[in-house]
């Protein structure tokens, strides 16, 4: 069975950081591609970055870029995403996804 299990959310102050983790289980991640997602209260879940398991290339949309940033974690079979200078309109239900295989999510709540 295949599960992928996002940890690390938390409530931090405006310019605080957290570290989510991405963790899966009974799926080898080989050359997929995990992509980091958000949900905020009212909104559409949104694509935010990107990790290329294949060639580790990341990606990231403008809004996160310079303050979020994705890794690998050979060892643990996962992907963190490392949040800096986190701002109130990065609270959102992170969730990480391969494939068609979602996490559970996990929340984010920055204030200011």
């Known amino acids: 069975q295949v599960k992928l299990i996002e940890s690390g959310g938390g409530s931090v102050q405006v310019g605080g950081s957290l570290r989510l983790s991405c963790t899966a289980s009974?799926?080898?991640?080989?050359?997929?591609?995990l992509g980091w997602f958000r949900q905020a209260p009212g909104k559409e879940r949104e694509f935010i970055a990107s990790?290329?398991?294949?060639?580790?290339?990341?990606r990231y949309v403008d809004s996160v870029k310079g303050r979020f940033t994705v890794s690998p974690d050979y060892a643990e079979n996962a992907v963190h995403l490392q949040m800096n200078n986190l701002e109130v309109e990065d609270t959102a239900v992170y969730y990480c996804?391969?494939?068609?295989?979602w996490g559970q999510g996990t929340q984010v709540t920055v204030s200011s």
């Open positions: 009974g799926l080898t991640f080989g050359s997929s591609l």
């Open positions: 990790f290329a398991w294949g060639n580790g290339r990341t």
């Open positions: 996804n391969v494939r068609q295989f």
